[in-house]
């Protein structure tokens, strides 16, 4: 008789996600099965899913963090952020790559966030002015996120086990952080956004929404990687993400969205959907 597989298995996860997200295809959230899917069960499907991208040539770049913005955590009924990972297939310079399509991703939305290139490996429980030691540079970028479930509507163990719904990371101008350290230990803080598409008003925000600050953020997934068996911890080279600094947007072809700033020295940016 063939042995019968457990739905719930790490390797049966990870291969119905990466079928889903190879042919554009939605399927039922996890947790919507009699028995479920838990956190601690679907962090161990995220290692399965870097193997996969290692053995078909990608190269991990980075990690986004999802939901570090507190004004999601009730519309898409999770209490705490999420991570995934980045790879060079889908980590852009957005000066080279001003435009972006959307064929390749379900029910896409935008996200301003803040991106920080790390330096040297941070540690758990350092304070935000010792992890920014740790960085070299920050910049302001987008990241496109999908939803393999339909509707947007699962569970918080359904998007980690989805790679934290990551799309692509369109990666802005990089400034360094020594030489105004303490300005932007302030700035991250304090600053605004406003997000508009094609120049018209959509959603205002700030590094406040992202858990206080975009460092409090990057402190959160080091801490949350510490207790981690399955998942290794940051190290030197590798760009994060840390969370939209709006809401998140559905985005549809032939639209311009740009996010304009105030507060921190970092210059507005743009990204174009190819119609």
């Known amino acids: 008789m063939a042995d019968v597989l457990d739905p ?40 399965l899913i870097r193997a996969t991208f290692e053995t078909r040539g990608e190269t991990i770049t980075g990690r986004k963090i999802g939901f570090s913005n507190r004004q999601l955590w009730p519309v898409y009924g999770v209490e705490m952020p999420i991570w995934g990972y980045c790879t060079d297939r889908n980590t852009r310079a957005l000066a080279d790559t001003p435009s972006c399509r959307l ?19 941070p540690s758990p429980r350092m304070d935000a002015a010792a992890l920014l030691d740790c960085i070299d540079w920050l910049s302001l970028g987008y990241e496109v996120v999908q939803s393999i479930y339909p509707g947007w509507a699962f569970a918080a163990a359904d998007t980690v ?79 994060i993400s840390t969370g939209t600094l709006t809401q998140a947007m559905p985005v549809r072809p032939g639209e311009r969205w740009t996010t304009a700033v105030e507060g921190i020295a970092l210059q507005d940016i743009t990204l174009e959907f190819a119609p």
């Open 161 to 239: 086990a989805a790679n934290a719904l990551h799309g692509a990371l369109f990666v802005g101008p990089r400034y360094p952080i020594a030489p105004r350290k303490t300005a932007w230990l302030q700035e991250l803080a304090t600053f605004r956004a406003e997000l508009l598409c094609n120049g018209q008003h959509s959603q205002s925000g700030g590094g406040a929404l992202v858990l206080g600050s975009p460092l409090h953020s990057l402190q959160h997934l080091v801490n949350l990687l510490a207790e981690d068996r399955d998942n290794p911890p940051l190290a030197a080279g590798e760009i």
């Open 103 to 121: 064929a390749p991703f379900l029910e896409p939305r935008i996200e301003p966030e803040i991106m920080f290139g790390l330096a040297n490996p």
């Open 8 to 47: 719930f298995d790490p390797q049966t996860i990870a291969t119905k996600v990466i079928t889903a997200l190879d042919r554009g295809t939605q399927i039922q959230p996890f947790s919507a099965s009699p028995g479920g899917l838990d956190l601690d069960s679907a962090y161990r499907v995220t290692p």
